[in-house]
């Protein structure tokens, strides 16, 4: 730790990146705003929010997060200012510089259009009637492919509607919970949470380290977006900043066939919250007791209510096997084909972080001298923006632009925003990448994948440290 002097000849003092990730607990908190380092342990119990938020962003820069996941209000900055405790020297991930104008007028908009309309952005009719159908949907199912017959053909085809039940509860409940998106109430966002894992064998507390801290603070970068693979053998190549081999030239044909085994693969992954502790670059906070408890009682179900009770209703193994396979595969290709149009198609924004470490095996940083919001845009694309039916079962992430800019509001108002979002894009000349309907929003995804592989011009791009 260094100390300097600040214009006021005040003594401040200077942290790193690695001694603020150290203070990640409840009873000891700090978190990175804007360049500025808080200590907001005393605050954690006084949050409006709760604490599960908090400690997904202790110990990291949270500065996006802070500012996406208030946006009614500014109270926040003035706030925080009594937790102060100095300055940030290194950052363990890409910085975003500039701040315009765009995002803090988008957000007075909306704003406006809640209050003018007299709608709270969490709380409707349609968030609750979605959420009851949507469970509804899910046990039924659950029931039918299960325990209603012995009909092979029969059991094939109410295994499909379970994986799409899978998928939409997925995309409504455990997409809406770990983005707080539904009530103000933190015990519901918990048990929303609970019961993703305990309904579907996977962890909610993994997903919410990949997609809040991961995909959505660093959406499309290269060694900091989790979705977008970072390995040494990668099946795809989806930026220009990855080498490319042979078999990419048929990545348009095998990728999108295994997407599949998406939810096997997550399910499967989802135990380096305790082993590898990392996804990819994104840090696993440190797990609580009950978030240790849900999560193996919820693999523990997972075997039970999909494997032993089926077989003791006289299935046979063979038969249960094909029926669970179908329903996997079935969610693992509504979920990752629902992600990949909205981001990795063409004409949207790529981008990575360096490739020079910093001698403990950390990349350096990428400063990016662009807005986050605007980024954000650069990044996402929507589909199908008037249909209802493309809104319900994408769980409202054919709006992706919107979600991205407002993630804390409920996917009921999407359609209500767009409009002003489109607006302000205009204003600012910010390009909205949009497709009249989900088949040409797979499309643009298809033809990218072979653009990628097949571009005799392709050179891998080096990654600078200020992109």
């Not at 342990?41 to 962003?57: N, R, Y």
């Not at 200012?81 to 988008?106: A, C, D, M, N, W």
């Not at 009950?290 to 006289?314: A, C, E, M, Q, W």
């Amino acid at each position: 730790m260094m100390e300097t002097n600040n214009d006021n000849k005040e003594k401040l003092k200077l942290y790193t990146w690695n001694e603020v990730s150290k203070h990640n607990q409840k009873n000891d908190l700090w978190i990175i705003v804007d360049g500025k380092v808080y200590d907001i342990t005393k605050w954690v119990p006084l949050h409006p929010g709760g604490e599960d938020i908090l400690l997904l962003s202790a110990g990291r820069d949270a500065t996006n997060l802070f500012e996406s996941y208030h946006p009614m209000t500014e109270k926040h900055y003035s706030l925080i200012k009594q937790y102060e405790i100095g300055y940030i020297s290194s950052y363990e991930h890409p910085k975003y510089v500039e701040k315009s104008e765009f995002y803090s007028t988008l957000k007075q908009r909306v704003r406006k259009h809640f209050q003018t309309t007299s709608q709270d952005p969490k709380v409707s009719v349609g968030v609750f009637t979605r959420m009851a159908l949507i469970y509804l949907f899910l046990f039924v199912t659950y029931y039918l492919s299960q325990f209603s017959t012995n009909r092979f053909w029969l059991n094939c085809l109410f295994a499909i509607f379970y994986g799409v039940a899978n998928s939409l509860f997925g995309l409504h409940m455990m997409h809406d919970a770990c983005h707080t998106a539904i009530t103000h109430n933190p015990k519901v966002w918990k048990i929303l949470g609970a019961t993703f894992d305990l309904f579907t064998g996977a962890s909610f507390y993994a997903w919410c380290h990949q997609h809040v801290i991961g995909h959505h603070l660093y959406t499309n970068v290269r060694n900091a977006d989790p979705d977008l693979g970072q390995g040494e053998i990668d099946f795809r190549i989806v930026t220009p900043y990855q080498p490319r081999s042979w078999y990419h030239k048929y990545q348009h044909i095998y990728a999108p066939i295994l997407y599949g085994v998406y939810a096997l693969k997550y399910r499967l992954q989802d135990h380096e919250i305790f082993t590898k502790k990392s996804n990819g670059s994104i840090r696993y906070s440190p797990i609580s007791t009950i978030d240790t408890v849900v999560y193996i009682v919820g693999k523990l179900i997972f075997v039970f209510s999909r494997i032993i009770l089926p077989l003791i209703y006289n299935h046979t193994f063979s038969h249960l096997i094909c029926f669970f396979l179908i329903s996997e595969l079935i969610l693992g290709w509504y979920l990752a084909i629902s992600f990949q149009v909205s981001h990795v198609v063409e004409d949207l924004q790529f981008m990575a972080t360096s490739e020079i470490f910093d001698g403990q095996d950390h990349p350096l940083p990428t400063t990016f001298n662009q807005d986050w919001a605007i980024l954000q845009v650069k990044t996402t694309q929507d589909y199908a923006q008037d249909s209802v039916l493309s809104t319900f079962f994408s769980g409202g992430l054919n709006l992706q632009v919107i979600h991205h800019c407002f993630p804390t509001i409920a996917q009921d108002f999407y359609p209500q925003i767009v409009p002003i979002l489109k607006e302000v894009c205009k204003e600012y000349n910010v390009t909205y990448h949009y497709k009249p309907t989900f088949t040409d929003a797979i499309k643009s995804h298809i033809n990218y994948l072979y653009k990628m592989g097949n571009d005799p011009d392709y050179v891998r791009k080096p990654v600078n440290k200020n992109d």
